[in-house]
């Protein structure tokens, strides 16, 4: 059996959260009416929207593939721009604050890791320009504003786009993750044909290969499929209970393993939109903020071996001024890690099934998508050859373990020390691959994943997966935590013909700024203009 003889004739996808209904609109379009696609989801509970944050190919590689427009989707989801993440106090001691303190040395404790690309100059990242600046007295300005267009747009909250729509700048999104779940529903129920079978699953039959061949549900239901995608959250009622697939447990790696959630009103007209999401470093881990219209979600991501969750909630609510007696909040606990595999046999775990990283690096939703990509890019018959799967586990596996470092190193090289917490992440165990960038960033090397130019922007979605953990974001975050190489670059002591040349760069990036300045509506205007006044 093989070619169309073989091919895979129906899918079911377990779940109808943000993930479930992703994979649906997703497979329905990429599959163009060749597969039978349904979806298994028991009633859903009502949550609060925490707001979800996102990364920039959101559109491109999801959105507009299904053939829907940036303004469509932003209406229907309450999106909000995001072109940065704001750190916020994870150098100086204190207690928890919105607001960014002193650095002894001057400045405020604050630094971006803007979706700009860092520019290049013969071949080596403006980066290593900038330490060398640096460390020969020029310049004193932070890597962040010396180096992306984007840090003072921030500050004076502006859109990065324009009111015609034309993006000026890199940027990513801030929605609301259930109604992203909702609009996908209507949208691959209505255009794509996607069934939506609203039952609970109870049992799993499998054949003598060991497959899924159906799922059993509450109601007497059996649905048969030649591929199941487990999209049952961290549950993993598939990939894990049914088919026992090992958890790589992490949390001995990362620190944080529970979380407190809630949505604040926020009046947007009086003080604005911030087209950013915060990251502020808390007692025992830190909260973030994602803007959405008139309101913002929040969420302290903590460590349980740290503080208790009325302690974390009681900080959260001194954080924001709440009143814990009227505030709804969503308590979470999370096992940190993934399954040694993400693709077992004849089904496919896509989001939390598969594994739980916490959002420091937004990867929710870009697990997800990027996820959906590899699976159809590696999509199978029903022989499962093998080498298909082999080649999509790798790749998640891959993609997971460096975001997981990129997070690990945000605690490692903080050098606060003033809680219990703070001073435990000094002491995590680190992953080979975070001794290495740190030790390669120390001699003045790029770190992280190859850089990313301006052709790969649009193009490429493979390097905007691994740009998640680029050369850029390393720079921001090390730079921003207050460490610096140990010396420049060697090789650029040898191209001074170089390092001329880089210095126009530093000078068009200052134009830029200004210019986007005087130039940039507020992102305010532009959501207001978006959403509707
Ligand atoms: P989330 O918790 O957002 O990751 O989504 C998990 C999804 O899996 C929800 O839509 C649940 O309704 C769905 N789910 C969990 N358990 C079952 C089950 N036994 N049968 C059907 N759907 C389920």
Known sequence: MTGTAARIRKVVVLGGGTAGWMAAAYLGKALQGTVDVTVLAAPARPRACTGEATVPHLHRAFFDFLGINEDEWMRECDASFRTATRFVNWRTEGASEAAARALPAGGPDHFYQPFGLLADYDRIPLSQYWVKRNHDGGAREPFDYACFREPPLMDA?????????????????????????????????????????????????????????????????????????????SRGLLLDRALGEPFLDMSDQLPCDSVVATTVPHDDAAHGVEPYTSALAMSAGWTWKTPLSGRFGTGYVYSSRFTTPQEATAELCDLWGLDPSTTRFEHSRHRVGRTERA???????IGRSAGYL??????????VTAALHLLVKHFPDRTFNPALVDVFNREVAVMFDDARDLTQTHYHCTPRDDTPFWRATGELPLTSGVRERIAAYRAGLPVGSPHTDESTYYGDFEAEIRNLGSNGSYYCLLTGLGLLPDAPLPALAHRPESVAGAEPLFQAIKRQQQNLLETLPSAYDCLRRLHGA
């Open 157 to 233: 909250l502006k859109s990065p786009r324009r009111l015609d729509g034309r993006a000026a700048t890199r940027y990513a999104w801030h929605l609301d993750a259930g109604l992203v779940a909702d609009f996908l529903r209507r949208f691959a129920v209505g255009k794509l044909a996607v069934t939506h079978v609203e039952d609970e699953m109870t049992g799993v039959d499998r054949d003598g290969r060991g497959h899924v061949s159906a799922l059993r549900t509450a109601s007497g239901r059996v649905l048969e499929a030649d591929l199941f995608v487990d999209c049952s959250g």
């Open 343 to 349: 693709w077992v046999r004849n089904v496919v775990g």
């Open 358 to 367: 916490e959002p420091l690096e937004s990867t929710g939703i870009h697990f």
